[in-house]
């Protein structure tokens, strides 16, 4: 099962993915795939803006995915909103394969 969790603390917001769906075999498993498309597609968009100087870490490893930044940029905010709410929905339809945790 794959996890994730959101911390916000002062201008500052954590969402940080572990594990693996194990939906179905490896090449096949099109929750992990959807799971990996947005972390990939986000981290890609932060660097293709130009948007390091908000980010305080970044962490895409397999099996690992860790985002950390600073909320006082809207756009910033907003791709990270964003991707909360992609993985929300991906765990509502997959419940037993993705997982948030409080």
Same mark, same amino acid.
């Given at each position: 099962?794959?996890?994730?969790? !959101?911390?916000?603390?002062?201008?500052?917001?954590?969402?940080?993915?572990?594990?693996?769906?194990?939906?179905?075999?490896?090449?096949?498993?099109? !929750?992990?795939?959807?799971?990996?498309?947005?972390?990939? !597609? $986000?981290?890609?968009?932060?660097?293709?803006?130009?948007?390091?100087?908000?980010?305080?870490?970044?962490?895409?490893?397999?099996?690992?995915?860790?985002?950390?930044?600073?909320?006082?940029?809207? !756009?910033?905010? $907003?791709?990270?909103?964003?991707?909360?709410?992609?993985?929300?929905?991906?765990?509502?339809?997959?419940?037993?394969?993705?997982?948030?945790?409080?």
């Amino acid at each position: 099962m794959t996890t994730f969790q !959101v911390i916000r603390k002062d201008k500052e917001a954590v969402l940080e993915v572990k594990g693996h769906a194990n939906y179905d075999t490896y090449g096949n498993d099109i !929750v992990c795939s959807s799971i990996s498309t947005a972390l990939i !597609v $986000t981290a890609n968009l932060i660097e293709r803006l130009n948007l390091s100087y908000n980010i305080i870490d970044l962490v895409c490893e397999e099996g690992y995915f860790r985002l950390q930044i600073k909320t006082t940029d809207f !756009v910033t905010n $907003t791709i990270f909103k964003n991707l909360e709410d992609t993985l929300e929905e991906i765990s509502k339809q997959y419940p037993r394969n993705l997982k948030y945790i409080n």
